[in-house]
C-alpha cells in the first residue's frame, strides 16, 4: 500500500509540473495572442489610413483631370478665337490697302485736274 502511495503521489507531483508548464504555455500563448491582436489592430488601422491616402489621392486627381480638361477647353477656344481675329484683321488689311489704292487714284486724278487747269 505504501509504495502504490509513493507512486500515487509521485505521479501527483508529476502531473502538478506538467499543470505548471501546461499553464505557463498558455500564459505565453495568451500573451502572444495579446500582441498578434494589437499588431493586427495596427496593421488594420495603417491599412484604413493608407486607403484614406488613396481615396484622397484619387478625388485631387480626378479633380486635376477635370481642371485639365477645362484648360484644354480654354486654350481650344483660345485658338479658335485667335484664328477668328486673324482673319478679321486679314480683311481689315486688305480693306485698307483697298482704301490706299483709292486714295492714290483719287489723288493721281485730282492732281491731273489741276494740272490741266
Same mark, same amino acid.
Given at each position: 500500500?505504501?509504495?502504490?502511495?509513493?507512486?500515487?503521489?509521485e505521479q501527483v507531483e508529476q502531473y502538478?509540473?506538467? %499543470?505548471?508548464?501546461?499553464?505557463?504555455?498558455?500564459?505565453?500563448?495568451? %500573451?502572444? +495572442?495579446?500582441?498578434?491582436?494589437? #499588431? +493586427?489592430?495596427?496593421?488594420?488601422?495603417?491599412?484604413?489610413?493608407?486607403?484614406?491616402?488613396?481615396?484622397?489621392?484619387?478625388e485631387y486627381f480626378q479633380q486635376v483631370?477635370? @481642371?485639365?480638361?477645362?484648360?484644354?477647353?480654354? @486654350?481650344? +477656344? +483660345?485658338?479658335?478665337?485667335?484664328?477668328?481675329?486673324?482673319?478679321?484683321?486679314?480683311?481689315? #488689311?486688305? #480693306?485698307?490697302?483697298?482704301?490706299?489704292?483709292?486714295?492714290?487714284?483719287?489723288?493721281?486724278? @485730282?492732281?491731273?485736274?489741276?494740272?490741266?487747269?
Amino acid at each position: 500500500f505504501m509504495l502504490k502511495l509513493s507512486d500515487l503521489t509521485e505521479q501527483v507531483e508529476q502531473y502538478k509540473e506538467e %499543470y505548471d508548464c501546461n499553464q505557463k504555455e498558455i500564459e505565453q500563448l495568451r %500573451y502572444d +495572442l495579446e500582441n498578434s491582436q494589437n #499588431a +493586427l489592430t495596427v496593421s488594420n488601422q495603417r491599412n484604413r489610413n493608407q486607403a484614406d491616402t488613396i481615396s484622397e489621392l484619387r478625388e485631387y486627381f480626378q479633380q486635376v483631370a477635370g @481642371e485639365l480638361d477645362v484648360a484644354r477647353l480654354h @486654350e481650344k +477656344l +483660345l485658338i479658335e478665337e485667335k484664328s477668328s481675329l486673324e482673319t478679321k484683321l486679314s480683311k481689315i #488689311a486688305i #480693306a485698307l490697302k483697298t482704301q490706299e489704292v483709292r486714295i492714290a487714284k483719287q489723288t493721281k486724278l @485730282e492732281e491731273s485736274q489741276k494740272a490741266e487747269l
